[in-house]
């Protein structure tokens, strides 16, 4: 992994491959900043007739290489656009610094240089934004790469205070930028492991030894546990495996907590539909079916080493999808924890019964808010592609508190209504509920209709990531193809706005 630290030094005097300054856009063309300007004085380079020559505009993300030939203390000068000077935010640095590592991802060291007056108030929240676009810009999973050749050589990142920046506020947004970055490279690295690895009991370990090293305590429920604690959903969900369920619980308990958050993911490490089974190429990405527990499980690391004093605890349910001798079939009637029966109608609507459990046994907590996420359904493609979270929630006030979140982090995301006419889609002549509603209608809500069934009127909401999760083919400047760790940085961001509030 390419580390990011805080350097107290000049950007001119920086001993790195290649340095980062930043320029904006305007109406007569590129702007560069004023360390840009300096750099390129130092490096007796010619900036205007530079990048007039490449044609730079200063667009968000756009990247100018000029070789300066080891007259800074460096080889390379990546001037990198960040868009018009008065629309600048968090987003666009952090696209920008992305940008600039993937530039300089055959550079073994790279420097990025904090700029005055652009984007963010205070020099921190532009730290932190670069570092996190800078470090996820970076991210590469190459655990079972063997040509070593074409693997990325970038494997430091310094990020530095710029002119008129505060070097003290810079350390302290690069210390914050690491740790939220870590948040999704975690997640990341748990949905980009292929299915075979990471199994519920090998996943269960994994998140165990992650939370160990963090500082969490933790807890596993095995197959047994979850038969004498009658977590029917799970058990059923899980049956067509060979590999058992389990149920994963992570807390974050400081002295002197304010209240208790409960973060719940939905952990199917594959899902082939089980009986009603996928076709191939709508199983092609489902080992990044765990995409929610895998962003919860970043969350907590993020949080204990933020240690906000509100207590978090992490519900991960973990179950593989398969159809086999032993799998649940289609009109079973599973008895969830708690009581309520569901027909299954389809198994492939698999998400939303692990995740029944384990509502109702975060409910039963009588916490102060429940949140899970879950890559639940296709509809939320439909209604709103890859970009978007489909957020919904009970409780108007915890669901502005997320868009507040979602806001800030860049993690795009949407509320939908839960129109409670839709519920009677879910009625079953055999058990409680079934578990689909109607084909093509409005089945991102139906499904959180169904996971509301099981909040017992707890403060919830729920985020369906199903579209955003994971990324086919790159998801912009500081995100690659494969898990994208989203909404990894929007959990942490509330649980820390919340014990702040
Ligand atoms: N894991 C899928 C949802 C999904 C689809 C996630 C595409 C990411 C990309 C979920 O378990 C599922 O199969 N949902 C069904 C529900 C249906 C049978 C009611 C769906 O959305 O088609
Ligand atoms: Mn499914
Ligand atoms: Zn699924």
Same mark, same amino acid.
């Given at each position: ?26 109406? @007569?063309?590129?702007?560069?900043? $004023?360390? #840009?300007? /300096? &750099? +390129?004085? !130092? %490096?007796?380079? *010619?900036?205007?007739? =530079? ?37 600048? @935010?968090?987003?666009?640095?952090? $696209?920008? #610094?992305? /940008? &600039? +590592?993937? !530039? %300089?991802?055959? *550079?073994?060291?790279? =420097? ?37 050749? @074409?693997?990325?050589?970038?494997? $430091?990142?310094?990020?530095? &205070? ?340």
């Amino acid at each position: 992994m390419v580390t990011v630290s805080f350097a107290k030094q000049k950007p001119t005097k920086a001993k790195v491959d290649a340095l980062a300054v930043f320029a904006t856009k305007s109406d @007569d063309g590129v702007s560069p900043l $004023a360390d #840009a300007r /300096a &750099a +390129a004085e !130092a %490096a007796e380079v *010619d900036l205007d007739a =530079a990048l007039a020559g490449l044609s730079a505009k200063g667009d968000t993300g756009e990247v100018s290489r000029l070789p300066v030939r080891g007259k800074l203390g460096c080889d390379l000068l990546l001037v990198v656009g960040l868009g018009s000077a008065d629309a600048v @935010d968090a987003e666009a640095l952090r $696209a920008a #610094a992305g /940008a &600039a +590592a993937g !530039a %300089a991802q055959r *550079d073994a060291t790279l =420097a990025v240089t904090v700029p005055a007056r652009v984007g963010p108030d205070d020099d921190a929240a532009r730290a932190q934004a670069l570092t996190e676009g800078a470090a996820l810009g970076s991210y590469a999973f190459t655990s079972y790469r063997t040509k070593t050749d @074409d693997l990325p050589r970038l494997a $430091a990142i310094e990020v530095l &205070a710029g002119e008129e920046v505060d070097d003290k506020a810079v350390e302290r947004g690069v210390a914050t930028g690491t740790v939220t970055a870590r948040a999704t490279q975690v997640a990341r690295d748990l949905v980009n492991e292929p299915p075979q690895a990471k199994r519920p009991p090998d996943l269960a370990d994994r998140i165990v030894s992650l939370a160990k090293d963090a500082g969490l305590k933790s807890k596993v429920l095995d197959e047994k546990d979850l038969a004498k604690g009658g977590f029917g959903g799970i058990l059923g969900v899980g049956q067509g495996s060979q590999a058992p369920p389990r149920l994963v619980e992570l807390t974050h308990d400081p002295l002197r907590a304010s209240g208790h958050l409960v973060l719940v993911g939905k952990g199917i490490t594959f899902d082939s539909g089980g009986l009603s089974l996928k076709t191939s190429s709508g199983m092609a990405w489902m080992k990044a079916d765990m995409g929610g527990a895998a962003a919860v499980v970043g969350a907590m690391v993020a949080i204990a080493a933020l240690a906000p004093k509100v207590k978090v605890t992490a519900l991960l349910p973990l179950a593989e999808n398969l159809p086999s001798g032993t799998a649940y079939r289609v009109s079973d009637v599973l008895t969830h924890y708690g009581g309520t029966t569901v027909e299954v109608l389809n198994t492939d609507a698999e998400g939303r019964l692990i995740l029944a459990d384990a509502l109702a046994y975060a409910a039963e907590s009588d916490p102060d808010a429940i949140v899970d996420v879950a890559t639940l359904t296709g509809a939320q493609i439909t209604a709103l592609g890859k970009k978007v979270s489909a957020l919904m929630s009970v409780d108007d006030a915890l669901a502005e508190e997320l868009l507040t979140a979602a806001e800030a982090t860049g993690e795009q995301t949407w509320r939908l209504p839960l129109v409670s006419d839709y519920r009677e889609h879910l009625k079953s002549s055999v058990a409680d509920l079934k578990n689909i509603g109607k084909a093509g209608e409005a089945g991102s809500i139906v499904a959180g209709l169904f996971l509301k069934e099981f909040t017992a009127g707890q403060a919830w909401a729920h985020l369906d990531v199903a579209g955003t999760a994971f990324s086919e083919d790159g998801n912009g400047p500081y995100t690659a193809k494969g898990g994208t760790g989203v909404p990894a940085r929007t959990l942490v961001q509330w649980v820390v706005d919340r014990a702040e509030s």
